[in-house]
């Protein structure tokens, strides 16, 4: 997409899921990309892979965004030609537990907060500037949950730091209004990815169920939208898409087959 071609693209959480999918398609589209991940060797490994399919500059680098020190050193150093990013897609977040708030771990509430909300402020406020800095026509996107439209039972926390990413992209777009800056908050309901293997700490039997009896979306229906967005002309703000599988009305509300 000519729109695309040599933009820089920043993905957190580009290791799998939805993420690794918005990297292939930016790259497919002629963006360079830099992906980050708390484990550099897989998203080392994704790069590789997206390099040689596509033929263009891939830049993987080791992030937890969780921590706000390395959020703001890896960005004050990044590479020369590296530092115009011109679209920040915040993909990083994930979901820890279903227990009932009364009977929570703290541990994972902090986890989800700490990426959700936390490492996607972090972010940012480190990269924002910078696109104000180098005159583009920047965009943020974030990659919301339609758990933060309407919660569902064992849900709370994880509901609650989408909600945050709603209220954040809300929040930010009107900050940023009197800039070229565009802030898009996509909201996706159930996507087959890693996801629900991660929120059941790797209970692959658990994370099965979740998609059993409904065709749930996949990271590529995901990575269309954000690369629709971000590829739609400078005057044109993509402001939030909710996006479900067709069995899927909101949050709790899914219909399975028998
Ligand atoms: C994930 C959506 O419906 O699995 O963000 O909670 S859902």
């Known amino acids: 997409m000519k729109i695309l071609k040599d933009k820089i693209v920043f993905i957190s959480g580009a290791s ?22 708390r484990t550099v060797e897989k998203v080392q490994e994704v790069a590789n892979e997206i390099k040689e399919k596509y033929q263009t500059d891939v830049l993987a680098l080791q992030l937890d965004v969780q921590d706000k020190k390395a959020v703001n050193e890896l960005i004050d150093t990044l590479p020369l030609d590296w530092q115009k990013i011109d679209i920040l897609v915040n993909n990083a977040g994930l979901a820890r537990g279903m227990d009932k708030l009364h009977e929570g771990e703290p541990e994972d509430w902090e986890a989800m907060i700490d990426t959700n909300v ?16 180098h005159n583009v026509n920047g965009h943020v996107i974030n990659i919301g949950s339609t758990a933060g439209i309407i919660a569902y039972p064992g849900g709370t926390v994880y509901c609650a730091t989408k909600a945050a ?23 996706p309901g159930m996507v087959e990815t890693n996801f629900s293997v991660v929120r059941f700490h790797g209970n692959q039997q658990k994370a099965d169920n979740v998609y ?5 979306l996949v990271a590529e229906d995901i990575a269309d939208i954000v690369v629709y967005a971000a590829s739609a002309p400078a005057h044109v703000q993509i402001c939030e898409v909710t996006v ?6 909101t949050g709790g509300i899914v219909h399975k087959e028998k």
């Open 212 to 216: 059993e009896g409904i065709e749930p």
């Open 165 to 187: 990413v709603k209220f954040i992209s809300d929040g930010l777009r009107m900050d940023v209004v009197d800039t070229p800056i565009r802030v898009t908050n996509i909201q």
């Open 244 to 249: 479900t599988p067709t069995h899927q009305a």
């Open 118 to 133: 936390k490492g996607l402020l972090y972010l940012t406020r480190k990269i924002v500037p910078r696109m104000l800095e």
């Open 16 to 37: 799998g899921g939805i993420g690794k999918a918005c990297a292939e398609l930016f790259a497919k589209s002629g963006a360079k990309l830099i992906i980050s991940a």
